[in-house]
């Protein structure tokens, strides 16, 4: 990974980390083939404590992800646990994107790489079509939660994959 992205800051178990992180990127790697390279070029990744309010935020113009060190270390399932209840996701929607690794911890890492990732990549979709309700917020937020959703092949509205295909 470290071919691609810079990782610093403050990480509590590093090779988990890199794992979860890892795993993400070459689910965007398959999914997307040619296009990669341009897609990961020049990001940098920067893990630390409070230094976003949410678990990871994007500056698309510097090409920085930033994540949380605490929230990078949960699992899908906890994450889910976490945000269901305030509204903001749906049960099944960050468990059955990954079911294989929704109980591991730092599952949660490779859901949110592949998100801000769909940030880099700068689209934005018309928020009726987002596949959750955290993406309803916002037409950026639709466009990176139906770019994890379609990097993962879950099934996402016809006119959001056109929309995700042009802009890669
Ligand atoms: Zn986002």
Redesign the pocket.
Known sequence: MSEFIKVSGEIVDEEALNKALNFGIEQVRTKIGSKFSEVISGVEVQVGNNITESG???DEKQKIIKIDTKKSSMSLRDVEDLLVPQGYYDTGNLTELVPSIADQAYSYSSYNIV??L??IVGGKLPVELSPTRYGRRAT??AF?EAFTYWVYNKPIDPEAETIIRDKL
């Open positions: 990871g935020e994007t998100h801000e769909g940030h950026n937020e990176a």
